[in-house]
C-alpha cells in the first residue's frame, strides 16, 4: 500500500465501530433520561445534556472514555452552595445516588469533578453536574481542597475544533486521533485536551495543512518536531476556544524526539522502497493499529 492508503487505512482503524458509537448513544440517553427525571420532570433523553471532552470534540479513538455534562436547575446550586462544608462533595453524591436508580449493577463513584460509571464492556463515562451561566459556560463542582466552583466553557472549545478542523481539511481531528495513538503506545505524559490544543496550534502554520494523506508522513514528523521543540519550562497553554490552563502532566518533548526520529527513518525507508521497515518505524510509533 501507498503512504496514503497506509494513512488513510491508520486513520479508519482510530475510530469507534458502530456498534460502539450505538451503545454509547443508547447509554447518552439513559443517563440523560434518568437527569431529567429527577431534576426537570421531564423523560427527555436529549436535553440538559452534553457530549464533552475528546467525543465532544470529535478527537477520540477507540479506548477514550465518554465524558458529558448533565445540567442541573439553578436552585440546586443554591441548595448545596449554602452547605457550610463541601457542598460539591454533597451534590457529587446525590447526583450519584439518582444514577444509580437506572444504573444499580454498574461501578459508580463520585469524587474530584465527576460521577464515573463503568460498565464491563469498558465503554465508561464520566458525568459532570454543572449549572448553565448566562454566556452558554457551566459552573460545575470540584470536591478538593475542602470544596469550590469552577467555570469551563466546552461549546467554545468544540466550536473552535470545529472550525479549524473544516479549515484544513479534516486534518485537525485526524492528527489529534494519531496522537493519542502514539500517547497510548509510548506512554506519553499528555492529556487529550493538551493534545489537541497543540495540534490545534501546530496545525494552522503548517505548510500543507489543507492536503489529505498522502501527506501524513510528513504532517507527523513535523508534529513531532513541533513537540519536541516546545519549551521544556512552559507548565500550560491556553484551550482553543475559551482560553482556559491547559497544564502539562510532565515533559512530553523527549518521547517526541523519539518520535521524529522514527518517523525520518520511516519517510526515508519508504523512499528507498523499504516499505515492510518503513512501516515498522511507523508502527514504533503508533502501535498496531498502523497497517502491517
Wanted: glycine fraction near 6%.
Amino acid at each position: 500500500m501507498s503512504v496514503s492508503e497506509d494513512f488513510s487505512t491508520f486513520c479508519s482503524n482510530l475510530r469507534m465501530s458502530d456498534k460502539t458509537v450505538n451503545k454509547i448513544q443508547d447509554r447518552y440517553k439513559q443517563i440523560t433520561k434518568r437527569i431529567n427525571l429527577d431534576y426537570w420532570n421531564s423523560t427527555s433523553e436529549t436535553s440538559h445534556s452534553l457530549y464533552v471532552g475528546s467525543y465532544g470534540r470529535g478527537t477520540e479513538i477507540w479506548t477514550s472514555d465518554i465524558d458529558i455534562i448533565v445540567q442541573l436547575p439553578y436552585s440546586t446550586y443554591e441548595k448545596f452552595h449554602k452547605y457550610s462544608g463541601n457542598g460539591q462533595s454533597a451534590l457529587l453524591q446525590e447526583v450519584k445516588g439518582v444514577l444509580k436508580k437506572t444504573y444499580d449493577k454498574s461501578y459508580i463513584k463520585g469524587d474530584g469533578q465527576v460521577i464515573g460509571i463503568n460498565f464491563t464492556d469498558d465503554i465508561n463515562f464520566e458525568i459532570v453536574p454543572a449549572f448553565i451561566n448566562d454566556d452558554n459556560s457551566y459552573t460545575y463542582p470540584d470536591t478538593n481542597n475542602g470544596g469550590s466552583w469552577k467555570t469551563t466553557d466546552p461549546r467554545k472549545e468544540i466550536s473552535a475544533m470545529n472550525t479549524r478542523n473544516s479549515a484544513t481539511n479534516k486534518n485537525l481531528k485526524r492528527l489529534c486521533r494519531m496522537a493519542r495513538a502514539w500517547k497510548g503506545k509510548n506512554n506519553v505524559p499528555m492529556s487529550g485536551i493538551l493534545i489537541d490544543t497543540l495540534a490545534y496550534k501546530f496545525i494552522n502554520d503548517w505548510d500543507y495543512k489543507d492536503k489529505s494523506y498522502l501527506y501524513y508522513d510528513f504532517m507527523s514528523r513535523d508534529f513531532f518536531e513541533y513537540l519536541k521543540d516546545l519549551d521544556k519550562e512552559q507548565l500550560y497553554w491556553l484551550a482553543p476556544g475559551s482560553n482556559r490552563y491547559v497544564w502539562k502532566d510532565g515533559n512530553f518533548q523527549t518521547k517526541a524526539s523519539t518520535a521524529y526520529s522514527l518517523s525520518i527513518e520511516a519517510i526515508a525507508n519508504e523512499s528507498k522502497g523499504y516499505y515492510y521497515t518503513s512501516k515498522q518505524k511507523w508502527r514504533e510509533i503508533y502501535g498496531t493499529k498502523f497497517p502491517n
